[in-house]
């Protein structure tokens, strides 16, 4: 939705870029992570750096998601912009407390075949219990979304990622993210329109 609403292309991964050089970057991370190994910042980078290459965010712009996840990521991916001209210009923190999202992953429950997704706590499904509203199929639920597993990945993203908030701070704009999505998808469609309009505004200046 903030995408269509922008106009903007989404970086994300990068694998929506299909050039010889990122198939092999693909290629490459593919290979370490079957082999159990770590895939360095910069390998991640140079494959974020070859989506971003792509004419649609060269001539619109684009929006990363999840990426960088690190303060060195982050500092790759900045001389990688500088060296195209460009710079981040926002970075939306969506603020939600850790009990609140223990609850939304926790219970999470998902119909395979349609990408439907319910939660127990919030939106429970409304037929029967455990099963799609629309197709009565048996909902699922992702073999990662338990509480351990979401407390170890809570305290990386302290650790870690919560970092680039300083390191970013000048463009930083929070969001309160405990609410119903379209609230929360409004508010962050908003705020990039502001800096957008702002950022136009001091180029005419």
Same mark, same amino acid.
């Not at 994300?12 to 990122?22: E, F, I, L």
């Not at 965010?57 to 990521?73: A, K, Y």
């Not at 990662?144 to 170890?152: G, H, P, R, V, Y």
């Given at each position: 939705?903030? &995408? +269509? +609403?922008?106009?903007?292309?989404?970086?994300?991964?990068?694998?929506?870029?299909?050039?010889?050089?990122?198939?092999?970057?693909?290629? #490459? $991370? #593919?290979?370490? *992570?079957?082999?159990?190994?770590?895939?360095?910042? =910069?390998?991640?980078?140079?494959?974020v750096s070859?989506? *971003?290459?792509?004419?649609?965010?060269?001539?619109?712009?684009?929006?990363? =998601?999840?990426?960088? &996840?690190?303060?060195?990521q982050? %500092?790759?991916?900045?001389?990688?912009?500088?060296?195209?001209?460009?710079?981040?210009?926002?970075?939306?923190?969506?603020?939600?407390?850790?009990?609140?999202?223990?609850?939304? $992953?926790?219970?999470?429950? $998902?119909?395979?075949?349609?990408?439907?997704?319910y939660? *127990?706590?919030?939106?429970?499904? %409304?037929?029967?219990?455990?099963?799609?509203? +629309?197709?009565?199929? $048996?909902?699922?639920? &992702?073999?990662?979304?338990? %509480? +351990? %597993?979401?407390? *170890?990945?809570?305290?990386?993203?302290?650790?870690?990622? &919560?970092?680039?908030?300083?390191?970013?701070?000048?463009?930083?704009?929070?969001?309160?993210? =405990?609410?119903?999505?379209?609230?929360?998808?409004?508010?962050?469609?908003?705020?990039?329109?502001i800096?957008?309009?702002?950022?136009?505004?001091?180029?005419?200046?």
């Amino acid at each position: 939705m903030l &995408r +269509e +609403e922008v106009n903007r292309s989404r970086g994300d991964d990068g694998t929506s870029t299909s050039t010889a050089t990122t198939t092999q970057l693909v290629l #490459e $991370i #593919e290979r370490l *992570i079957e082999n159990g190994l770590f895939v360095s910042d =910069d390998i991640v980078v140079a494959l974020v750096s070859q989506a *971003i290459k792509h004419p649609d965010c060269s001539s619109h712009g684009f929006i990363l =998601d999840g990426f960088p &996840r690190t303060v060195e990521q982050a %500092k790759l991916l900045d001389q990688v912009l500088l060296d195209g001209h460009k710079r981040i210009d926002a970075v939306i923190n969506l603020v939600v407390a850790d009990e609140i999202l223990v609850k939304r $992953i926790t219970g999470r429950l $998902i119909h395979t075949a349609s990408g439907r997704s319910y939660n *127990i706590f919030f939106n429970p499904p %409304k037929v029967k219990e455990g099963y799609d509203d +629309e197709t009565g199929e $048996i909902l699922t639920k &992702r073999s990662d979304d338990t %509480k +351990e %597993k979401l407390i *170890i990945r809570l305290n990386e993203f302290h650790n870690k990622t &919560r970092p680039i908030l300083d390191h970013y701070r000048d463009v930083v704009v929070h969001i309160d993210a =405990d609410g119903p999505m379209d609230v929360v998808s409004k508010a962050c469609c908003d705020a990039v329109m502001i800096l957008m309009d702002d950022e136009d505004n001091k180029r005419l200046d």
